[in-house]
T-cell receptor, first 115, second 113 residues
Framework: GDSVTQMEGPVTLSEEAFLTINCTYT??????LFWYVQYPGEGLQLLLK?????DKGSNKGFEATYRKETTSFHLEKGSVQVSDSAVYFC??????????????FGAGTRLFVKA | DVKVTQSSRYLVKRTGEKVFLECVQD?????MFWYRQDPGLGLRLIYF???????EKGDIPEGYSVSREKKERFSLILESASTNQTSMYLC????????????FGEGSWLTVV
């Protein structure tokens, strides 16, 4: 079945460091890919998404490119801030046009950014 | 903006009590979900619904039931709460018409004592 694997955390970085969180997936067809972020004490919210191969999603300085050849959707940011400390979830949704689908989430990667 | 509202942020219930967690979304989404989130286990899908009065079991439905009588409202019911149901519960909604992005509520922290 479909699955998402992301790097285990926690990841600890100093402010202004470069961030990469790896995410790979297994799916049939052409799923949509997402990164969600969860700040302390809150629910998840969409960070960025990509719906087809070679698409790049971007938001708040974060980027991820849908790589079908490597089945990957790695999250990157050039210069992290303390306010980026959160848990990041990679996810995929099968490409369907009817109900009954399930979004598959990775286990989450906790990021700590030190001042 | 889509808003998913969960009725209670923090609840403390006793073992054996019947617990209702309510969720309302305001964007006419056809899909609604209940997840629980536990440290080290990530998000686990309990139930989802893709239409009024429709429900599908997720990965961990045991000990839970759901109700969707109206499109905007999706309720999670713990028939007889147990301590192993102490967790953070997240409600969410989505629509194929908005690219299947999932919109989450802020979560309900349930403690069963």
């Amino acid at each position: 079945g479909d699955s998402v694997t992301q790097m285990e955390g926690p990841v600890t970085l100093s402010e202004e460091a470069f961030l990469t969180i790896n995410c790979t997936y297994t799916a049939t067809g052409y799923p949509s890919l997402f990164w969600y972020v969860q700040y302390p004490g809150e629910g998840l919210q969409l960070l960025l998404k990509a719906t087809k191969a070679d698409d790049k999603g971007s938001n708040k300085g974060f980027e991820a490119t849908y790589r079908k050849e490597t089945t990957s959707f790695h999250l990157e940011k050039g210069s992290v801030q303390v306010s980026d400390s959160a848990v990041y979830f990679c996810a995929l949704t099968p490409r369907v046009n009817t109900g009954g689908f399930k979004t598959i989430f990775g286990a989450g990667t906790r990021l700590f950014v030190k001042a | 903006d889509v808003k998913v509202t969960q009725s209670s942020r923090y609840l403390v219930k006793r073992t054996g009590e019947k617990v209702f967690l309510e969720c309302v979304q305001d964007m006419d989404h056809e899909n609604m979900f209940w997840y629980r989130q536990d440290p080290g286990l990530g998000l686990r899908l309990i139930y989802f619904s893709y239409d009024v009065k429709m429900k599908e079991k997720g990965d961990i439905p045991e000990g839970y039931s759901v109700s969707r009588e109206k499109k905007e409202r999706f309720s999670l019911i713990l028939e007889s709460a147990s301590t192993n149901q102490t967790s953070m519960y997240l409600c969410a909604s989505s629509s194929v018409w908005t690219g299947n992005t999932i919109y989450f509520g802020e979560g309900s922290w349930l403690t069963v004592v």
